[in-house]
């Protein structure tokens, strides 16, 4: 499934609901950036989220038995993911393409938060069978698309 242009309803429905384990690049530990806050949703509503940030390496995002150590890279993942999830500037992204194609498990989806696009990164990605979505919120697809909460989560 490719939709890199302008995913469906449909197919963000799908990518949402068959995600399990999500790998947030360029997550955050301050509460007022969405790359913080959108993690936390996602952790909320039952996904298992892994927060990469280098300069995050050394802090944790969420309180309680679901928290997660920061990683430097995505290479420093050691668990599979279903989905990559980027904060990262789009003229940024282009050194993050052989990082996310080195992955040993590559993901399903890699999806460009809200304002983030760079269409040459999500065709070379594309081109590799990765499913990608750019210029979307996931917190906000989540809730326009009423679904609920896992119980199961990663």
């Not at 430097?72 to 940024?92: G, I, K, T, W």
Request: hydrophobic fraction near 45%; aromatic fraction near 6%.
């Amino acid at each position: 499934m490719m939709l890199a242009m302008e995913p469906t309803s449909d197919a963000i429905r799908r990518i949402l609901e068959d995600t399990r384990t999500i790998a947030v690049l360029g997550a955050h530990w301050e509460p007022a950036r969405p790359a913080c806050y959108v993690p936390v949703y996602l952790d909320e509503v039952g996904y298992r989220v892994l927060p990469v940030n280098p300069a995050g390496v050394g802090r944790t995002l969420f309180d309680g038995p679901r928290r997660q150590a920061f990683v430097a890279s995505l290479a420093a993942l050691d668990e599979p993911v279903d989905m990559v999830d980027v904060f990262r500037r789009a003229e940024l992204l282009p050194q993050h393409v052989d990082e996310i194609l080195g992955m040993t498990h590559r993901p399903k989806v890699v999806w460009f938060q809200l304002g983030i696009r760079n269409d040459a990164v999500a065709a070379a990605l594309e081109a590799a069978g990765i499913t990608v979505v750019q210029d979307r919120c996931t917190l906000a697809e989540h809730r326009r698309l009423g679904i609920a909460a896992r119980t199961d989560p990663g």
